[in-house]
């Protein structure tokens, strides 16, 4: 339990709360407990609170620089 709770979205490597990932997202994107961001291991948003069994230390991603590097590795919106 207590590795669980320091595996938060909120400091994984792959979470991104960056300002143009920040703009993606519909409606509000946080509450009391945290903010929405998007992962970038598994390819959904999710919230900073919960946890994960692939979290990876050094995150989260707060720049658009890094944000942009993320999304050219991923192959996303590549024909």
Not at 18 to 42: A, F, K, N, V
Not at 48 to 72: F, H, L
Request: hydrophobic fraction near 30%.
């Amino acid at each position: 339990i207590k590795a669980a709770m320091k595996s938060k979205c909120s400091s994984c490597v792959a979470f991104d709360i960056s300002p143009r990932m920040l703009e993606c997202m519909p409606g509000q994107t946080s509450d009391e407990d945290g903010i929405l961001g998007y992962c970038w291991m598994h390819h959904f948003k999710c919230h900073s609170a919960r946890s994960c069994r692939t979290w990876a230390k050094g995150g989260p991603i707060e720049e658009d620089s890094v944000s942009a590097d993320w999304q050219e590795r991923s192959n996303i919106g590549k024909d």
